[in-house]
């Protein structure tokens, strides 16, 4: 059975960066697309981004556009969000998925009960 595990959260200032990996084991991710989603606390769960098997189709939702970047090293089954000028409100529990019936992304990718495997969450905090 597949697992996911995120890390790299943390503690950090208005304006710093982090960068999140989530890594697959007991399996392969490299055929699946995948993404990361967010949950603020008394929030809904929100889309963050996704990314095809290739790494060469990306969604983000529009807040983090221009901040956020989702990568994949498919060698190393592992995938990255890579997050610059955090803000306060990017605060949240961040968590990866993977959907392992499709390569590809469409629409249905920008919603949670799409995805079959999911990571445990990673926190991270924004301090204004």
């Known amino acids: 059975q597949v697992q996911l595990g995120e890390s790299g959260g943390g503690f950090v200032q208005n304006g710093d960066s982090l960068r999140l990996s989530c890594a697959a084991f007991?399996?392969?991710?490299?055929?699946?697309?995948m993404a990361w989603f967010r949950q603020a606390p008394g929030k809904e769960r929100e889309f963050v981004a996704a990314?095809?098997?290739?790494?060469?189709?990306?969604f983000y939702t529009d807040s983090v556009k221009g901040r956020f970047t989702i990568s994949r090293t498919n060698t190393k089954n592992t995938m990255y969000l890579q997050m610059i000028n955090l803000k306060p409100e990017d605060t949240a529990v961040y968590s990866c998925?993977?959907?392992?019936?499709?390569?590809?992304?469409?629409?249905?990718?920008?919603?949670?009960?799409?995805?079959?495997?999911w990571g445990q969450g990673t926190q991270v905090t924004v301090s204004s």
């Open positions: 998925a993977a959907d392992v019936d499709s390569v590809g992304l469409d629409v249905n990718h920008y919603y949670a009960t799409t995805y079959d495997l």
């Open positions: 007991g399996g392969t991710v490299s055929s699946c697309a």
């Open positions: 990314i095809n098997w290739s790494g060469a189709t990306k």
